[in-house]
């Protein structure tokens, strides 16, 4: 809720730098403190630009991103530009790397993952280079890097440090992964060794099973078939977890064994693998596993996973389960998110339903949490959902209200939400009507 207001607060900040009275606006003067604050003003600024994500002061994190002799300062602003996968300081930062001494290590990492994160094809050089830096820190961003950066070409220079017994064996696992990430699939034979080994390290052998699911080979089947087997929980839960990559005909039955297994990881990443809508064998146990196991995060992953499937038995029980009064509101609006991503249509006159019956509440906690992810979902369907709930005495289904009017151009929103910015009896509401004027 603080970042869902201060979003609403910062958002509200007008382009003009003056207001009608000729007081500085609040875009400027948070402009001026990003520009000319001390570093703690500016930390908090740089820290409200990024929860309300407030693209029109990107240009000035630049000239501050670039200027400022602040590490702390730095490092947030390329947090933010990463967050968003901002692309317009590559070029500041790519000068930056090459400057910034190996001391200043917390740097290098933040200008890589930016880099990384905006897939730069001007850093790989430097990235060849950093895997072998003695910093280890260093070296284990440059391997998250290359490993993310979907170029085959680094994948051989992954393996080889892998296959290299000089290489320090604490990078080892990272390099793992990022084999996988890249998918690469001459590491397979190498990856296969290590998970197969029982006397390897366990977190090494943990990252394979997960790096042999992401390549995908069928021939690695067998090898997750074994863990099972073999009883480590651990283990078991990485080997569930890369089933999911394959064809569900191949290891569907597998995954419903790993459901009844006793470590809750296991039965979570079992029913996650599930999530797939061949998996039609496992609906049955996916449904008994969301309304009777005792640990809440797996029937909500159950749920999720059902939601994914989306047989006929599968979205008539999420009806159910979501229309049911009794029912937690986690369980609720769990129910109700994987039914609009996956099957708005067939759940609208449910949804209809369920807001008739607690209009008349007091507590529209049901509503709100309806409201909430109704506002981010663009449908035909919705308008007279939005037409209706921003009638409702609770100023935050209001505000969903007014958002999921604009998202999906209600009828005469336009009006609507300009009548709203004046005469709403909750500033709050009188914000979110105000930004949303702005965009039109």
């Not at 009883?231 to 999911?244: E, H, K, P, Q, V």
Request: aromatic share 6%; with cysteine; glycine share 4%.
């Amino acid at each position: 809720m603080r970042i869902f207001l201060c979003f609403i607060f910062i958002s509200l900040l007008p382009c003009n730098s003056f207001s009608d009275e000729g007081e500085q606006s609040p875009l400027e003067s948070l402009r001026e403190t990003l520009l000319y604050g001390i570093e703690s003003e500016v930390l908090e600024a740089v820290k409200n630009v990024r929860e309300s994500r407030e693209e029109r002061l990107n240009e000035d994190l630049e000239t501050l991103l670039e200027e400022t002799v602040s590490v702390a300062v730095r490092s947030a602003v390329l947090d933010y530009f990463t967050a968003t996968e901002y692309r317009g300081a590559e070029e500041i930062a790519l000068n930056l790397l090459e400057q910034t001494e190996v001391e200043n290590a917390g740097l290098i990492i933040d200008l890589i993952k930016y880099l990384s994160e905006i897939k730069s094809d001007k850093i790989a050089e430097y990235l060849a280079e950093a895997i072998d830096e003695q910093n280890s820190s260093i070296s284990l961003a440059a391997i998250k890097a290359l490993g993310s950066s979907e170029s085959q070409e680094n994948g051989q220079l992954l393996l080889d440090r892998l296959q290299d017994e000089e290489y320090p064996d604490k990078l080892k696992p990272e390099l793992i992964l990022a084999l996988g990430e890249l998918a690469y699939k001459p590491a397979l034979e190498e990856l296969t060794k290590i998970a197969q080994n029982r006397e390897a390290e366990r977190v090494w052998r943990m990252y394979a099973c997960d790096s042999l699911g992401k390549i995908g080979d069928n021939e690695s089947i067998q090898v997750f078939k074994d863990i099972f087997s073999e009883g480590n929980a651990l283990l078991t839960i990485y080997a569930a977890s890369a089933l999911s990559n394959y064809a569900m005909s191949e290891v569907e039955d597998l995954l419903i064994q790993g459901l009844k297994n006793s470590n809750v990881r296991v039965r979570i990443a079992a029913a996650r693998g599930l999530a797939n809508k061949e998996a039609t064998k496992a609906v049955k146990v996916l449904i008994y596993k969301a309304r009777r196991d005792p640990e809440k995060k797996v029937k909500l992953q159950a749920i999720e996973s059902l939601g994914q499937i989306g047989s006929n038995e599968a979205v008539d029980f999420l009806l159910e389960l979501f229309s049911d009064k009794k029912q937690s509101p986690d369980v609720m609006e769990t129910a109700l998110s994987t039914l609009v991503d996956n099957h708005l249509n067939s759940s609208l006159s449910t949804i209809k339903e369920v807001i008739d019956r607690e209009w008349p509440e007091k507590d529209q906690k049901t509503i709100e949490l309806i409201g909430k992810k109704l506002s981010q979902t663009e449908h035909g369907g919705l308008k007279d959902i939005f037409t209706q709930i921003y009638e409702s005495t609770n100023f935050i289904v209001r505000i969903y209200a007014i958002r999921g009017m604009e998202n999906n151009r209600t009828t005469g929103y336009k009006e609507i939400i300009k009548s709203i910015s004046t005469e709403d009896p909750h500033p709050a509401v009188r914000k979110a009507a105000l930004l949303l004027l702005e965009r039109f």
